[in-house]
């Protein structure tokens, strides 16, 4: 085989950024850079932001800079924001097309940070890597792998060491910093994994044989148990010195800012040098920024990328609370002289001593710093508090070479001298009076007080204010006992409380300082456990849109009735056309007010409901009987009629007469009566619901009187009435231009139907006697008719005026007469203008 060539490129301050790259073979290698028989020396370069489009694939291997056959170094440079499947920031490997003689490759990084770099995303869990080395043996030292979105921080086949490194918040809980798949080793020296799910993982569960670990002076977050280190083949070897499992408290725990505070374990925690298998190794005199390791010079070198300006850590502290009780904080006190603290121990590399101060606004103006040796607890005595006034503990603590802490501060301690007062109680909200059948009675309070209830008590007596043997005022609690509630009302069960006793609620708190309240009584209730006595309930239907609803005989001889409601239903006692309605107390009925909101169904049945509750809210009920509902309410009548009473009807014409009815009807009765005893013929005819008709068969007797009444009008709620009466006058034969005489014009009439044959005009036969004569023409004109009208002519010349006064004399309402031996007097109705008298005696 023949040895490679290798170039050695320089690449020195480069910004190398947002490229979109293609591939052959549908590959899509190195974003940033690609190197391939290469010994290049990447210095001071800035590769970020490379990632293809939607449009094109996703990168598959080195989103940042990917490597083969070749020996990169790169050192003080920015690896971010790439995104690859693979290696999202770098991509290394050797040949893996064949073996022939290259060089094995071996990777350096230096100072540098690779931050931010991103799997595919396309994916439904996390992949890829910030760093992918295989088959090479690496080299980090100085470096930054950190707040990348990647399954680990980096994965590496072949022997690593990882040198004052810090790796962070890769993968967060889903992956690990480290993935080493390998049987070679993996050194660890001052250096923080921390932040991610497992701090070291075996990538390769095939593996032949198990690698060796060495750590030493490192964080490593859950210490060795962090590390899953079993595989098929057996467990790794694991050589470990100085692990701390601790937060290293980051400055700020950003990317750009990695730097350890001053209270992080990892300042002075790490080794200038060490010697693993044979090999060298020693912290790097600068760390990531340039900066001298150790700082200062005769000081241990700081774990991670970056080296602190302190030799030694401050003491770090942590919580403080008022009071001496782990289990609870105190927030509040009465007592005026003393105040106490307790807090955790400050975490350093030495004894720690503590100092305290109190003060009001400020850290020690009540009193100034204090020392208190190494205790983690103490209590000012001999104070002067005041009322209504916060008061903060603060404590501080110094180290064996004099470095101070941060200062910690309580929330503070609130005294509070005052009792709270409880100004009013009483039975629910409205201060019942009477409690009844249901016996779940509230007592409601109203409380001032400066700090607020810690505690509510209540009891139940039948003494109001008592004192005990000492004077003192006390309440008796011989119904129900004290018992706690939580709020400034309570619900009390009245089921062993009897009628005919006053009882009265109690009250007392406590305020969270301690202080507790005089006890207090309310004005006391009663008990009332049986429902009003039920009265009687009528429904009357006034108007078409209006109901009365009346009661009586509803009683409570107890508490008393205290309100009435109402309600209306198509079922006895249902409330589903009106709901239950407050009506007046005073009341003994309530008018329903039907409209267009509100409207009944004509011919339904409805109920109504009258609801009756006393003081002690017991209710009783009463229900009417069926009302059925009268859209059109009362008696059916005639509301017209085609034919008005007092018309005339012709003698040889059948009279059509339309009846309309004021709703609709289901029946009725008719009857026809004549003044001269003439049988009259008619037939009847239901029209609609609201119409009929009563046709009267002509021929009929002359100068009749006919009467026609309606009986029996009966509409489909059974309601009827009677004695529709309709009177009308027949006219009389042979007068033909009807002006009730029998005169020239009549006779003309008469001879031009005679002349012509016209059986319009034609008289006869006729049975009876002038002028009441019953014609039957025979439809001929012969003597019988012209004896007809002779008949009726010399009637009429034989009883002048006797026609005009028969037809009129029963129009009208009857006239007032006084009739004497030799007078008569009539009385014409006011406002007559005219008068003529016809007077016809025997």
């Not at 995104?83 to 022939?100: F, N, P, Q």
Request: proline letters at 3%.
């Amino acid at each position: 085989s023949t040895t490679a060539t290798y170039t050695s490129p320089t690449l020195d301050n480069l910004i190398i950024r947002d490229n979109q790259i293609g591939g052959g073979d549908n590959f899509y290698y190195g974003g940033g850079i690609y190197l391939e028989f290469s010994k290049a020396i990447i210095t001071g370069c800035t590769i970020i932001n490379n990632t293809n489009s939607s449009q094109a694939k996703i990168i598959d291997a080195g989103g940042g800079i990917y490597f083969i056959k070749s020996n990169p170094k790169i050192s003080n440079s920015t690896i971010g924001y790439n995104v690859a499947a693979t290696g999202a920031g770098i991509y290394g490997e050797t040949d893996h097309y064949s073996t022939d003689n290259y060089l094995r490759p071996r990777f350096t990084i230096k100072s540098t940070k690779a931050i931010g770099n991103t799997g595919d995303t396309t994916q439904s869990s996390i992949n890829s890597q910030a760093l992918f080395i295989e088959s090479s043996q690496s080299i980090l030292e100085n470096c930054l792998v950190v707040d990348n979105n990647v399954k680990s921080g980096i994965e590496t086949s072949q022997y690593t060491a990882i040198i004052n490194s810090t790796f962070a918040n890769n993968g967060k809980t889903e992956g690990h910093d480290i993935r080493f798949s390998s049987s070679d080793s993996l050194v660890i020296m001052n250096s923080i994994i921390f932040g991610n799910g497992k701090s070291i993982d075996n990538g390769d569960t095939t593996l032949a044989s198990p690698g060796n670990i060495f750590i030493y002076n490192s964080i490593l977050e859950d210490g060795i148990a962090g590390i899953n280190q079993t595989i098929a083949s057996g467990t790794w070897t694991i050589a470990s010195e100085y692990i701390l499992n601790a937060d290293p408290d980051f400055e700020t725990k950003s990317t750009e800012n990695y730097n350890l505070d001053r209270y992080s374990v990892g300042i002075g925690a790490g080794t200038a040098n060490r010697i693993v298998d044979d090999k060298s190794f020693s912290a790097p005199e600068t760390d990531i920024l340039g900066n001298a390791r150790p700082n200062p010079s005769s000081s241990a070198p700081d774990i991670g990328a970056y080296e602190s300006k302190f030799s030694n850590r401050f003491p770090k502290s942590f919580t403080i609370s008022d009071g001496l009780s782990d289990d609870q904080e105190l927030d509040y006190t009465n007592t005026g002289t003393s105040l106490s603290a307790h807090w955790k121990q400050f975490d350093d590399d030495s004894t720690v001593t503590y100092e305290y101060a109190i003060g009001t606004g400020v850290l020690n103006n009540i009193v100034d710093w204090t020392e208190n040796a190494t205790d983690t607890s103490v209590t000012a005595m001999e104070l002067s508090l005041v009322n209504d006034t916060t008061y903060n503990f603060s404590v501080r603590g110094t180290d064996n070479i004099g470095q101070v802490s941060d200062t910690i501060t309580t929330d503070g301690v609130f005294v509070d001298f005052e009792i709270p007062i409880i100004n009013t109680i009483s039975e629910s909200v409205n201060d019942l009076d009477w409690y009844g059948l249901e016996r779940r009675g509230k007592i409601v309070t109203v409380i001032s007080d400066n700090t607020g209830i810690a505690k509510y008590e209540y009891s139940i007596s039948t003494v109001a204010d008592s004192v005990d043997a000492s004077g003192k005022p006390v309440i008796d609690d011989n119904v129900l006992a004290w018992f706690k509630g939580d709020t400034n009302s309570v619900s009390i069960n009245l089921i062993d409380l009897i009628e005919g006793l006053n009882y009265y609620s109690n009250a007392r708190v406590t305020d969270f300082a301690g202080n507790v309240s005089e006890e207090v009584s309310s004005d006391g209730f009663q008990m009332d456990l049986k429902a009003p006595i039920a009265g009687t309930v009528t429904k009357t239907q006034i108007a078409p849109d209006q109901i009365i609803l009346s009661w009586s005989g509803f009683s409570d001889q107890t508490s008393g009735i205290s309100q009435y409601e109402y309600s209306l239903g198509s079922q006895s006692g249902s409330a589903d056309v009106i709901k239950r309605t407050i009506t007046d107390e005073n009341s003994d009925s309530t008018v329903i007010q039907l409209n267009d909101s509100l409207k009944l169904i004509h011919g339904n049945t409805y109920y109504g409901t009258i609801y009756a509750a006393d003081s002690a809210s017991n209710e009783t009920a009463a229900t009417s009987n069926k009302l059925v509902y009268d859209l059109y309410f009362g008696e059916p009548s005639i509301a017209n009629v085609s034919h008005e009473s007092g018309s005339r009807l012709n003698i040889l014409d059948d009279a059509n007469i339309t009846f309309t009815v004021s709703e609709p009807f289901a029946s009725y009765s008719a009857s026809i009566e004549s003044s001269v005893g003439d049988s009259i013929l008619f037939t009847e005819q239901f029209m609609d619901s609201t119409q009929f008709s009563i046709n009267l068969q002509a021929p009929f007797t002359s100068g009749d009187d006919i009467t026609l009444t309606i009986n029996e009008l009966m509409d489909y709620l059974g309601n009827s009435s009677d004695n529709h009466q309709y009177k009308y006058s027949v006219s009389f034969l042979a007068d033909y231009d009807a002006d009730s005489t029998i005169g020239m014009l009549d006779l003309s009439t008469f001879v031009e139907g005679w002349d012509t044959n016209n059986p319009k005009y034609e008289l006869g036969p006729v049975t009876g006697t002038a002028p009441h004569f019953k014609p039957a023409p025979d439809g001929v004109f012969n003597n019988r008719d012209g004896m007809a009208f002779t008949r009726m002519w010399y009637w009429d010349k034989n009883k002048s005026g006797k026609m005009l006064a028969k037809l009129l004399a029963d129009q009208g309402p009857a006239i007032n007469t006084t009739i004497s031996n030799d007078h008569i007097l009539i009385y014409p109705p006011m406002g007559t203008q005219a008068l003529e008298i016809l007077m016809d005696y025997s």
